[in-house]
T-cell receptor, first 119, second 111 residues
Framework: GAVVSQHPSRVICKSGTSVKIECRSLDFQATTMFWYRQFPKKSLMLMATSNEGSKATYEQGVEKDKFLINHASLTLSTLTVTSAHPEDSSFYIC???????????????FGQGTRLTVV | AQKVTQAQTEISVVEKEDVTLDCVYETRDTTYYLFWYKQPPSGELVFLIRRNSFDEQNEISGRYSWNFQKSTSSFNFTITASQVVDSAVYFCALSGNDMRFGAGTRLTVKP
């Protein structure tokens, strides 16, 4: 299957600082990428849908000013957690949909995830 | 609205037992995809299967099999002769314009 690379895999940051997480599709173009958040022993919750060249669509309850998403190219989307606080500590996973065939209902490929710890 | 329900939060079996993980979904879309993913302790999601809404054929892959029944909106996953390495959290997901996950089922296979 296609490869999605997410970086970094782990990050520890101080409270009040910002952290950027990158999601790259390595061998396909992804006009749409998704960002998920997973709390311990919980499911993946969709945070936002990132569309190349346009503003991201955020799910209800997700602060767009806190979780900045930039999808500047067909292979890269970034999630920046601004002014991070301990409650932002979580596992963040991105996924990218290969839309080469033009269909929206194709498999989404997942990055390895980023474990963020805010101290 | 799209919704995926995995009613079984945790399942524990002894090695070599068969186990079925349930998944029930809701969608208004006529075209959609269903997925199963495995998430081991490392956190990475491992793709297991994709099934489109027009293909109700059951599928078998080694010890894994899937039963898709549109009439009951279910997409159940069976592991035959379970092994300790099957221990993980398993997620069922529904894809339309975005992808929604069920709550997950934590499977523990004891030796």
């Amino acid at each position: 299957g296609a490869v999605v690379s997410q970086h970094p895999s782990r990050v520890i940051c101080k409270s009040g600082t910002s952290v950027k997480i990158e999601c790259r599709s390595l061998d396909f173009q992804a006009t749409t990428m998704f960002w998920y958040r997973q709390f311990p022993k919980k499911s993946l919750m969709l945070m936002a849908t990132s569309n190349e060249g346009s503003k991201a669509t955020y799910e209800q309850g997700v602060e767009k000013d806190k979780f900045l998403i930039n999808h500047a190219s067909l292979t890269l989307s970034t999630l920046t957690v601004t002014s991070a606080h301990p409650e932002d500590s979580s596992f963040y996973i991105c996924s990218a949909r290969d839309q080469g065939g033009g269909s929206l209902n194709t498999e989404a490929f997942f990055g390895q995830g980023t474990r963020l710890t805010v101290v | 609205a799209q919704k995926v329900t995995q009613a079984q939060t945790e399942i524990s079996v002894v090695e070599k037992e068969d186990v079925t993980l349930d998944c029930v979904y809701e969608t208004r879309d006529t075209t959609y995809y269903l997925f199963w993913y495995k998430q081991p302790p490392s956190g990475e999601l491992v793709f297991l299967i994709r099934r489109n809404s027009f293909d109700e054929q059951n599928e078998i892959s080694g010890r894994y099999s899937w039963n898709f029944q549109k009439s009951t909106s279910s997409f159940n996953f069976t592991i035959t002769a379970s092994q300790v390495v099957d221990s993980a959290v398993y997620f069922c997901a529904l894809s339309g314009n975005d992808m929604r996950f069920g709550a997950g089922t934590r499977l523990t296979v004891k030796p």
